[in-house]
């Protein structure tokens, strides 16, 4: 199986263990898996998930973010050598010698959101009150999608039912041969978001499960509809 190895000042602190099917939480609070005491970390930094054949590593809007390879990330399939950096200490991720590594078409690797310095300013300091959003009616936080691959922005999710399917005229608009003109809605409730399956061959998954029914959105949930890929997340005040 895969491993972390924690590092401060290139001296190896301890070595943790990545099991297939399990997540871990990385930060300052004793709570978490990987604990880093370090002021510039945040209580709860980051997690890792096991998605499919992959792992991929989460920013949870951390104070001073996440670097993996020296870039600003904020989701990232971890490869094999993949150096993270949270505050003063690194974490490498490495597979064993004799381990079959998954190929990142795959595993789904080969995709990384990345924040350039401003985008990542704009969202730590984001203070768009709920009451610019029409349809909001001021309650909870407002909920977002953003895209694994980087490859398009953040969809705000200000309407009371986000539609999303192959159809032109939907909120979200996807590609592949089996999903639904209209595939899926995401409607916002007084107790939170929540996403419900429409149509079509292609049915949504939420952390590689697929749902029946309406099913309510926790923050960092992981969507798949087709050739969507994206996470669930809050805007932050």
Do not use: C, W
């Amino acid at each position: 199986m895969p491993s972390l190895i924690l590092k401060f000042k290139e001296e190896v602190v301890r070595k943790y263990p990545l099991e297939k099917g399990s997540s871990i939480t990385l930060g300052r609070r004793e709570s978490n898996d990987v604990v880093i005491e370090n002021l510039a970390v945040s209580g709860n930094h980051a997690k890792i998930d096991s998605i499919g054949d992959g792992f991929l590593f989460t920013d949870l809007q951390s104070k001073n973010g996440s670097f993996v390879n020296e870039q600003l990330v904020k989701s990232h399939y971890l490869n094999h050598g993949d150096v993270i950096t949270i505050g003063k200490h690194s974490l490498e991720f490495r597979y064993a010698d004799n381990e079959k590594k998954p190929s990142p078409a795959n595993a789904g690797m080969d995709q990384t959101m990345i924040m350039d310095t401003e985008k990542h300013r704009k969202m730590l300091a984001s203070t768009m009150p709920a009451d610019l959003h029409p349809g909001l009616n001021n309650v909870g936080p407002i909920g977002m999608l953003s895209d694994l691959s980087g490859k398009t922005e953040d969809v705000i999710l200000t309407k009371k039912m986000t539609k999303i399917g192959k159809d032109p005229s939907s909120d979200i608009v996807i590609s592949g041969l089996l999903t639904g003109k209209n595939a899926a809605t995401i409607s916002r409730r007084p107790d939170g978001y929540y996403i419900s399956y429409v149509g079509g061959m292609a049915k949504p998954k939420i952390n590689d499960e697929t749902i029946k029914g309406a099913k309510k959105l926790n923050e960092y949930d992981l969507l798949e509809i087709g050739s969507l890929k994206m996470q669930f997340t809050f805007k932050k005040k």
